[in-house]
Nanobody
């Protein structure tokens, strides 16, 4: 699966951004999807995840209430709506996929489990 992220940018604290990850090469209907961030000098961190039917979601504690993950299986896309951005949100955001069973409605694409990764899109809070 080829993943291409978009939507990053340079923003001030409190702003909103909507990141998008478009998949091609395969239909992602049965793929769990996740968004990950990596700040300079730090390890990749699992920010948000969504199971293939959107029955299960995960959010990093520090982003709960501010970020929302969603997917459109018909369009082969997953989005991350970011609101009330903070300086500590500055990072490269990438999406990852994990092929799951059609009967597994809760599986998430956690770090170390992803089959494919995108190149990422940079989010910078310059406040």
């Amino acid at each position: 699966v080829l993943l291409v992220e978009s939507g990053g940018g340079l923003v001030q604290a409190g702003a909103s951004l909507r990141l998008s990850c478009a998949a091609s090469g395969r239909i992602i209907s049965y793929y769990a999807m996740g968004w990950f961030l990596q700040a300079p000098g730090k390890e990749r961190e699992f920010v948000a995840g969504i199971s293939w039917r959107a029955s299960n979601t995960y959010y990093l504690d520090s982003v709960k209430g501010r970020l929302s993950i969603s997917r459109d299986n018909a369009k082969n896309t997953v989005a991350l709506q970011m609101t009330a951005l903070k300086p500590e949100d500055t990072a490269m955001y990438s999406c990852g996929t994990k092929n799951t069973s059609p009967t597994d409605y809760v599986a998430l694409a956690r770090p170390g489990e992803c089959d494919d990764w995108g190149q990422g899109t940079q989010v910078t809070d310059y406040s």
